[in-house]
C-alpha cells in the first residue's frame, strides 16, 4: 500500500469532554525534566469521547473534500466515537523525541535500528529524484535509516526513521536508566493528551486555513522545494495559504502548543503508539459504555500484527492530521515521516 492509500483513510475528529479541563489549563506545562532533557507535561486523569461520528463525517465531506473522498469502508476505522476513560494522571513528553536524544541512547547501549541491520533500509524521501512529473520521491533503500532519511535534519528535529520496535527500545532503556516506567503512550491516550478538552478536529479548532500556526504539514513550503508533490491533496490552498517553514521535518516546538502544553501533536511526524491496529476494534465500545483505560486489541486483522501510529506528518494535509485521523503498520517497518514521543508513568 502506498504512502497516498495509507494516510487517505483519515476521518473526522471526534468530540471531546475532560473532566479535568480547570485544573489542566492552570497547571498547562507543569511537569518535570528528565536527565535525558526530556521535558514532560503532566496529562490529568478525565474522560473523552474518542473518534468521530457520522454526523462529522458528513460536515467533513461535504465542505472540505476537494477530490472523492475514501470509501465508505475505508472511514469505519474511526467510528463509532465513544467515551473513554483514562483513569491515572501521567506525563507525556512536550516534544516528539529529538535525533540528539536518540543519540544518546544509540551511544549509551550501542543499539541499531532495524533500518541498519543488515542492510535493510527504511522508506526515506530522495529529493532529487523524478518520478511520475513530481520532484523527489519517497523510496526504499538500504541507505536510508535514522541517520540519513534523505533529507537535512539537525539535532533538534523529531527523529524518523525508527521503527515500533525501535521505539520501544528506546522506553526501555529510558526506564532503566531513569528507574522509572516509560512506554508508548496508549492510542488512546494520545488522543486524550492532544485533544486537551477540545471537541474540535484540530486542537486549535476546526479551521485547516490556520494550521501553519499550529503544525507543520504540506504546504507551500514543501510544494517549492518539491513540486507536484502538494497539489493533489486536499485541503491546501498554494495560492492563499501561508507557508508553515518547513518542507521536511521542523525543530521540535516551532509551533503553538495545546491546552497541555504539548507540542506538534498535529503535523511534523506520525508517532508511534502502543497499541495493535483492528479496523473494527471501536465496535466493541457501545454508546453506554465507558472503556476505562483501553489498550488495544489483543491481535490485529488477519493476524498480521500492525501497530498504531496518530498525527499526521510534513507530507501530508489537514486532513490526515486531525485528533482522530489513524494510520497503521508493521513494528519492524521504518519511515521518514515517522517517530514517536514518550510516556512517564506516574
Known amino acids: 500500500m502506498t504512502p497516498r492509500a495509507r494516510h487517505a483513510y483519515a476521518l473526522l475528529a471526534g468530540t471531546v469532554l475532560v473532566y479535568a479541563l480547570a485544573s489542566a489549563a492552570s497547571g ?42 475514501p470509501e465508505d469502508d475505508e472511514r469505519e476505522t474511526e467510528k ?94 529510558l526506564s532503566r536508566t531513569e528507574k522509572a516506567v516509560y512506554r508508548l503512550p496508549t492510542e488512546a491516550e494520545w488522543e486524550y493528551a492532544c485533544r486537551a478538552g477540545t471537541s474540535t478536529w484540530f486542537n486549535f479548532g476546526d479551521d485547516p486555513a ?55 501533536m498535529h503535523g511534523n511526524v506520525w508517532e508511534w503508539c502502543r497499541d495493535r491496529y483492528q479496523r473494527s476494534y471501536y465496535h466493541r465500545f457501545g454508546p453506554k459504555v465507558t472503556a476505562i483505560d483501553p489498550p488495544g486489541p489483543e491481535s490485529s486483522d488477519d493476524g498480521v500484527d500492525l501497530r498504531v501510529l496518530r498525527g499526521g506528518s510534513w507530507y501530508v494535509d489537514a486532513v490526515n492530521a486531525r485528533a482522530s485521523s489513524r494510520l497503521w503498520d508493521a513494528p519492524s517497518d521504518s519511515f521518514c515521516y515517522a517517530g514517536f514521543r514518550i510516556v512517564r508513568e506516574l
Do not use: C
Open 210 to 264: 490556520i494550521v501553519y500556526r499550529h503544525a507543520n504539514l504540506a504546504d507551500p513550503s514543501l510544494e517549492k522545494a518539491q513540486p507536484g508533490h502538494v497539489t493533489p491533496q486536499r485541503l491546501i490552498d498554494l495560492g492563499r495559504e501561508p507557508e508553515d517553514g518547513y518542507a521536511y521535518t521542523a525543530p521540535v516546538g516551532r509551533y503553538q502548543p495545546n491546552a497541555f502544553g504539548l507540542f506538534d
Open 80 to 173: 463509532p466515537q465513544h467515551r473513554v476513560r483514562i483513569s491515572k494522571a501521567f506525563y507525556m513528553s512536550a516534544h516528539e523525541v529529538t535525533v540528539a536524544q536518540f543519540r544518546r541512547f544509540v551511544s549509551a547501549t550501542g543499539y541499531t535500528t532495524e533500518a541498519e541491520k543488515g542492510g535493510r533500509g527504511g522508506r526515506g524521501f530522495d529529493t532529487r529524484r523524478v518520478r511520475d512529473g513530481k520532484t523527489g520521491a519517497f523510496e526504499s533503500d538500504g541507505r536510508y535509516n535514522w541517520r540519513n532519511p534523505g533529507f537535512r535534519q539537525g539535532d533538534d528535529h523529531p527523529v524518523v526513521l525508527v521503527s515500533w520496535n525501535d521505539a520501544t527500545a528506546f522506553a526501555d532503556w
Open 28 to 69: 498547562r506545562g507543569a511537569g518535570i525534566t528528565d536527565r535525558l532533557g526530556l521535558t514532560l507535561v503532566r496529562i490529568p486523569a478525565g474522560e473523552f469521547l474518542m473518534g468521530s461520528t457520522e454526523e462529522q463525517d458528513q460536515v467533513f465531506g461535504t465542505r472540505f473534500w476537494r477530490g472523492a473522498p
